[in-house]
């Protein structure tokens, strides 16, 4: 029933910046921690980025200083920024709110 809307996905070359962005209903968004996961064809899912509600964050070590994560509480918003980006990055990124997951949005890098 709890539907997490996420936007920003397309197709960028490498170097570029894409910015993610996952909405929730407030009741969950105000209490649960957040994260950004990807899956690339072939690959398990991996956790790309993490944030509690008062903005803790944690990132795997192959995006650490090129990806931010972020949350705007006053939005129920949470966001994925995204620069530098290598052809390794490529992948369907999911929006992950407490045990709710989004339906996933393709990021494709090409080099």
């Known amino acids: 029933q709890v539907q997490l809307v996420e936007s920003g996905g397309g197709l960028v070359q490498s170097g570029g910046s894409l910015r993610l962005s996952c909405t929730a209903p407030k009741i969950i968004f105000r209490i649960l921690n957040m994260a950004w996961y990807r899956q690339a064809p072939g690959k398990q899912r991996e956790l790309v980025a993490g944030?509690?509600?008062?903005?803790?964050?944690n990132y795997a070590d192959s995006v650490k200083g090129r990806f931010t994560i972020s949350r705007d509480n006053a939005k129920n918003t949470m966001y994925l920024e995204m620069n530098s980006l290598k052809a390794e990055d490529t992948a369907v990124y999911y929006c992950r709110c407490g045990d709710t997951w989004g339906q996933g949005t393709q990021v494709t890098v090409s080099s």
């Open positions: 944030i509690t509600y008062g903005g803790n964050t």
